[in-house]
């Protein structure tokens, strides 16, 4: 990899954008995650990667959802879409490098593989790319990737800016169900044989999680195919009680017979917050053959992936077109107090979306159905 790659992250005034295959990533990544951008809270982080866009030679700008675009290449040709999300989870991880790890909140989730779309388009150049930095993925609602899909002309195909390891592709993620549930009730004695509101609270969440067990044969409660329900808040006394329910489901859940289940036990509201199915992709989708040829080139055996969590992927699915997930960094630490990334394979990344995206692009205006969509700026 070299010296450059691995040194220590250089003053913002001794780096520039030109300097693409030297510091500046490294640089653009800690800038970014010493941006607080909690959910709801990436304006700022939103206007920085916007100048650097602008520095790099992309048209950017900020939509009314507070996406940052840049787009970048020749107008001819089909339209590669990099997607990525900027906010985070809250929590403080001190932006801090410790040789060639740097930590912070996001450097995982999923701000390096933003820095790396970024980079990487701009290195390119050759082919018409468009960079998303989407808000809202960390909540329920993907309110930035909704917003793209609405207003931005469906692309060619889709890389979603998401850990994966530089040497792994992943092809799909589980969906997501929110199930709420209230009971209010009279108040008992607690000498009283009948089941209090908060018990009955505990007892509803065991159903839904046994419903959920009772779909799948498979005992790994990770494995892919597997439906789980994770019980995420309980609040209650004897007379009024609330629960959530947190539910990864693999593609082709029956939501509405959940919804039927859970409002079949004793209730006095249920809710849910969002129906998000799940999604995969074969391994010859034509961003998966051209991630995994690009990785292979740079002397790693690529890792097919699939993933027990739901990501953007999930939402621009209906669009139909080429896709899968890539990114720098170990996905299970998201969301962790030790948040950290490897700089060494951030650069790693750099150099597979730069030899995968113009070999993606030759492709695709090969393929008669493709056309393009030049994107405004």
């Known amino acids: 990899m070299g010296d450059r790659r691995t040194s220590l992250v250089r003053a913002a005034g001794r780096v520039g954008p030109r300097d693409l295959r030297g510091d500046y990533p ?3 990544l800690r800038a970014a995650i010493g941006i607080p951008s909690v959910s709801g809270g990436e304006l700022p982080v939103a206007g920085f990667l916007a100048e650097q866009m602008t520095a790099l030679g992309f048209a950017s700008h900020i939509d009314e959802a507070g996406n940052v675009h840049g ?6 040709g089909p339209t590669v879409l990099l997607l990525g999300h ?8 001190p932006v801090c490098q410790v040789g060639d790890l740097l930590y912070g909140r996001g450097s995982v989730d999923a701000k390096g593989a933003m820095v790396a779309m970024i980079c990487a388009a ?5 082919v018409r790319l468009h960079v998303v930095g989407a808000v809202g993925e960390e909540v329920a609602g993907s309110r930035g990737a909704r917003y793209v899909m609405a207003t931005v002309p469906r692309p060619a195909a889709v890389v979603i800016g998401e850990p994966s390891g530089w040497d792994g592709v992943c092809l799909g993620y589980k969906g997501r169900i929110g199930i709420g549930y209230e009971m209010r009730q009279p108040p008992l004695h607690t000498s009283s044989p009948e089941p209090t509101a908060v018990e009955r609270a505990v007892r509803f969440a065991q159903d839904v999680q046994g ?5 799948s044969r498979e005992q790994d409660p990770v494995a892919f195919g597997v439906a789980t329900g994770t019980l995420t808040r309980l609040d209650g006394d004897l007379a009024r009680a609330e629960a959530f329910l947190t539910c990864r489901v693999p593609p082709g859940f029956d939501f509405a017979a959940l919804e039927r289940f859970a409002r079949g036990r004793p209730h006095s509201r249920i809710w849910v917050d969002e129906r998000v199915p799940g999604v995969t992709r074969p391994r010859a ?8 040829a690009a990785i292979a080139a740079q002397g790693a055996r690529p890792a097919l992936k699939f993933k027990a969590g739901t990501s953007d992927m999930n939402t621009l699915d209906p669009w139909g077109v080429p896709m899968a997930a890539y990114g720098p960094g170990d996905a299970h630490l998201d969301h ?13 990344a750099i150099d597979v979306l730069s030899l995968a995206l113009p070999r993606l692009a030759r492709h695709l205006a090969r393929v008669p159905h493709v056309r393009a969509h030049p994107l405004e700026a």
């Open 285 to 292: 989708d034509p961003v998966v053959s051209h991630l995994r």
């Open 211 to 215: 419903y959920l067990r009772g779909l």
């Open 336 to 348: 962790t107090s030790d948040e950290h990334i490897p700089l060494s394979d951030l650069y790693r």
């Open 122 to 126: 701009a290195r390119t150049g050759q």
């Open 26 to 28: 490294a640089w653009l």
């Open 86 to 93: 900027i906010d985070t989870v809250p929590g403080r991880v």
């Open 71 to 76: 787009v970048i290449g020749p107008a001819a």
